[in-house]
């Protein structure tokens, strides 16, 4: 034990309003730390997933797709999750795209399948979640902050939206041609899992539950003084304005994440099993959690 307490973990998270909603007590140390030092690192969430398939980090944010790259080295948290219910990544167009009015699911799956999209990277579970919803689809992965542009200049047709661009895309100058966080709901009644923070299996059990209560009174401080770190975190974001940020954060910030319970489990059992039975996944994942 003692000699965890005399090594700087890293914990990998994004500087996006979630994450910094979440993880701001912690970096300003509004809680006790139990001893345990942190060294934060913040990156965009493809580079998160890939550092975490390299085992680089102890614990980290990542897109619940890249577990199932990296399930021999991490087990899930309970906690931190983000989940969409009812809502998620969004498939836009620039508004002078002419789209055509869709009758149903299938004609607009079959307009999209005619479409170059870009994706914020291949183990996003925005990417996941299209290739359940298309099948095999013409794309270019991009960083999302990049998606908006990669579309303007005729790079890609439609882009695939997270982060924050899912509520500012008609300021963007853009159109929705259809949320794959809905669409989930409608086809499973369940929301859609699309991040989570995992921790390195070769961490004591132990040290695993200290982390866990730590971070989730960091998550619980941040519900408790939402006005405050919005305020300082607006400076960070992009394009966000305080309305948008304080409904950015209930939509991913909820009870979800203090708790996956049993919907949450039965979200992430459905999301794999959907991915394995239509090819995406080679095999049928099962997720793992410390001190399941």
Sequence with gaps: ???????HL???????????FMFHAMVEEKISLRGYHFLHVLRDIETLNRQAVLGELHVSAISIHAYTY?????????????????????????????????F??????????????????????????????LGEFKHISVPFDEIFSAVKSG??????????GQLTYLKQGFKKVLDLGAWWKSYTQLPLPLGGNVIRKDIPPLVQ??????????????????????????????????????????????????????????????????????????????PQFAFA
């Design 1 to 7: 034990m003692t000699s965890w307490k005399n090594t």
């Design 10 to 20: 890293t914990i990998g998270h994004t500087p996006d309003l979630d994450d910094a």
């Design 70 to 102: 990296l399930r021999d080295k991490y087990l899930l948290l309970p906690i931190g999750g983000s989940m969409g219910d009812g809502y998620g990544p969004i498939l836009v167009t620039h508004y002078t795209t002419s789209v055509p009015s869709f």
């Design 104 to 133: 149903s699911v299938d004609e607009c799956r079959k307009w999209l399948l005619n479409q170059r999209v870009a994706v914020p990277g291949c183990m996003t579970t925005a990417y996941l979640s299209a290739r359940i919803f």
């Design 155 to 164: 790079r890609a047709d439609v882009g695939l939206l997270i982060h924050e």
């Design 209 to 286: 539950r200290d982390i866990v209560e730590i971070l989730k009174e960091s998550i619980q401080y941040g519900l408790q003084h939402q006005s405050v770190i919005i305020e300082r975190s607006l400076p960070h974001t992009r394009e966000m304005e305080a309305t948008l940020a304080r409904r950015f954060i209930k939509m991913y910030v909820n009870h979800y994440t203090l708790d996956y319970g049993r919907r949450g489990h039965q979200a992430l059992e459905r999301l794999f099993s959907e991915a394995h039975s239509r090819g995406v996944l080679s095999s049928i994942v099962f």
